[in-house]
């Protein structure tokens, strides 16, 4: 039985280039560096192809951004999404992680159809964790975080067994169809983009859903249907570090003298 598997991606801020970035001007929405997919994001997209590359079915892509978002949705079409989606309005600017949630809930209801939504953990700006959840909890369907592993799916039983990542060791739980994973890097290797779909996927043009495409409550979404606001944004001070490096004759010199420091600095 083919599934139907949506993935949402965040574009964020490349994390290579974070300590370019200016609070004042990412405070306005414009960091100004380089964009990519939120890296749990693309281990999300790698699970939904292997997916339908088992079972057969069809992985569409959401992303709620501005229209610069359509370049993390080429790239997950250059990576063989079939279908991929931007949600784009000016009510949606200014969204916390809830209203965002509940965009982007609207959109899979829209879809109407679906067996699996994917999520990553977390994003690397926002870092809320807190969309995956809340997606789950509007569209009714049971979340499962932390997912390391597919164990087994069953499109005809209808239900799904993963490894949840915990602190200490793994959890395996079972769900019913349809329902939605947050995913961890331990899950699988991103493939990388196909050389056949590189160029098909520069002229993604994707539809754009809104606020009234959604049907949605404008009370619910952007700035004033967020519950949390960013009062500021700071990066933290630069810690002052000391180097020191360890003399010796020999390398097991060397290397007895660093134990000994570690030892005296209950480090190990
Ligand atoms: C100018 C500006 C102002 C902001 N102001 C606020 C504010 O006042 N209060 C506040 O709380 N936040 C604010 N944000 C942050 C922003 O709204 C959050 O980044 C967003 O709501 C998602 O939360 P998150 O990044 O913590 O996602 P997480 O919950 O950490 O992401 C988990 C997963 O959810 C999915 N996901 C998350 N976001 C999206 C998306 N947009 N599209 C598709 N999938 C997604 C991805 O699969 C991701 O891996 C602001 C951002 C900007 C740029």
């Given at each position: 039985?083919?599934?139907?598997?949506?993935?949402?991606?965040?574009?964020?801020?490349?994390?290579a280039?974070?300590?370019?970035?200016?609070?004042?001007k990412?405070?306005?929405?414009?960091?100004?560096?380089?964009?990519v997919?939120n890296?749990?994001?693309?281990?999300?997209?790698?699970?939904?192809l292997?997916?339908?590359?088992?079972?057969?079915?069809?992985?569409?892509?959401?992303?709620?951004g501005p229209?610069?978002?359509?370049?993390?949705?080429?790239?997950?079409?250059?990576?063989?999404?079939?279908d991929?989606?931007?949600?784009?309005?000016?009510?949606?600017?200014?969204?916390?992680?809830?209203?965002?949630?509940?965009?982007l809930?609207?959109?899979?209801?829209?879809?109407?159809?679906?067996?699996?939504?994917?999520?990553g953990k977390?994003?690397?700006?926002?870092d809320?964790?807190?969309?995956?959840?809340?997606?789950?909890r509007?569209?009714h369907v049971?979340?499962?975080t932390?997912?390391?592993k597919?164990?087994?799916l069953?499109?005809?039983?209808?239900n799904?067994?993963?490894e949840?990542?915990?602190e200490?060791g793994?959890?395996?739980?079972?769900a019913?169809?349809p329902a939605?994973?947050?995913?961890?890097?331990?899950?699988?290797?991103?493939?990388?983009?196909?050389f056949?779909?590189?160029?098909?996927?520069?002229?993604?043009?994707?539809?754009?859903?809104?606020i009234?495409?959604l049907?949605?409550?404008?009370a619910r979404?952007?700035?004033?249907?967020?519950?949390?606001r960013w009062?500021?944004?700071?990066?933290?001070?630069?810690?002052?570090?000391q180097?020191?490096?360890?003399?010796g004759?020999?390398a097991?010199e060397?290397?007895a003298?660093?134990?000994?420091r570690?030892?005296a600095?209950k480090?190990?």
């Amino acid at each position: 039985m083919a599934l139907n598997i949506v993935v949402c991606i965040k574009q964020v801020p490349d994390t290579a280039e974070l300590p370019k970035i200016d609070p004042a001007k990412a405070m306005a929405g414009d960091e100004g560096v380089t964009r990519v997919v939120n890296p749990w994001d693309e281990y999300a997209l790698e699970e939904a192809l292997r997916l339908k590359e088992k079972h057969g079915g069809k992985v569409t892509v959401l992303t709620m951004g501005p229209e610069r978002a359509v370049e993390a949705l080429r790239k997950a079409a250059s990576m063989g999404a079939d279908d991929a989606i931007l949600l784009d309005d000016p009510a949606f600017a200014g969204s916390d992680a809830g209203a965002t949630a509940y965009i982007l809930a609207g959109a899979i209801r829209k879809l109407g159809v679906y067996d699996l939504i994917l999520c990553g953990k977390q994003s690397v700006d926002g870092d809320s964790g807190q969309v995956a959840p809340g997606i789950a909890r509007h569209l009714h369907v049971p979340q499962l975080t932390f997912v390391a592993k597919i164990r087994a799916l069953d499109p005809t039983a209808r239900n799904i067994t993963v490894e949840r990542l915990l602190e200490e060791g793994r959890e395996v739980t079972l769900a019913p169809l349809p329902a939605l994973l947050s995913v961890v890097k331990e899950i699988n290797e991103p493939r990388y983009p196909a050389f056949l779909l590189i160029r098909k996927a520069a002229k993604l043009q994707p539809p754009v859903w809104g606020i009234k495409e959604l049907g949605l409550d404008p009370a619910r979404v952007g700035r004033q249907g967020s519950a949390t606001r960013w009062s500021d944004l700071r990066k933290p001070p630069a810690r002052a570090t000391q180097c020191e490096i360890i003399q010796g004759a020999t390398a097991a010199e060397k290397a007895a003298k660093l134990a000994d420091r570690l030892l005296a600095e209950k480090v190990i």
